[in-house]
């Protein structure tokens, strides 16, 4: 039963708020906080990860924001590489993802009548992920497209100039979002 799967927490919350919460922490160590708001007409789900690029190997940068990409590209519940965002989408929803130094965050949002649902195949990307071999590829390249999109920014150069000035030793000075020389160049020479 319930008991024996979780661990109830206390959420204090605003006296003017209406909406009611529930933390608890599941046997795995998995943190939860659900909040109800019988008022709503739009239900979202957000997963946080402590696992960010300070946890890519030396020998592949960037791999911490590829997987992020690659669970969004089916599961073995549901293998069509967009059958997500499909359903999102059929359920006025959408999702997104980031990769930090040390967490990748993946939420969604979308009507409440498609919840249930949203969250079925949610949880898939992180129970059996499918990381097919078709999907590599351009995923690989949507990455370099990103990094390409990202360096005239002078936010993200500074960042990068930053990053390259940190201690070698420490993952600070890690290269994060990745690219195809990294992803596939730089692993395919080295077997």
């Given amino acids: ?49 402590h696992v960010g690029y300070f946890s890519d190997p030396d020998e592949v940068p960037g791999l ?4 992020e990409h690659m669970l969004f590209l089916g599961t073995e519940d549901f293998p069509e590489e967009n059958s997500f965002d499909a359903y999102l989408t059929a359920n006025s929803g959408f999702s997104n993802a980031f990769t930090e130094a040390e967490d990748t965050c993946f ?12 969250l079925q195949r949610f949880g898939a990307f992180f129970r059996a992920p499918l990381f097919t071999e078709s999907a590599t590829g351009r995923e690989v390249n949507a990455i370099n497209s990103e990094h390409q999109k990202n360096v005239p920014n002078d936010v993200y150069r500074l960042g ?3 990053n390259s000035r940190a201690n070698p030793q420490h993952p600070y000075h890690r290269f994060g979002t990745g690219n195809v020389k990294t992803l596939l160049e730089d692993t395919a020479a080295k077997g």
């Fill in 1 to 49: 039963g319930r008991a024996k799967d979780a661990r109830l927490e206390l959420v204090e919350k605003s006296p003017l708020d209406d909406r009611n919460y529930q933390a608890l922490t599941l046997r795995n160590g998995l943190r939860v906080l659900c909040c109800s708001d019988p008022n709503a007409d739009r239900a979202a789900a957000a997963l946080d990860v």
């Fill in 107 to 118: 939420f969604f949002s979308c009507g409440t009548d498609g919840f249930a649902g949203a």
């Fill in 160 to 162: 990068q100039v930053l």
């Fill in 64 to 67: 911490a924001h590829f997987c």
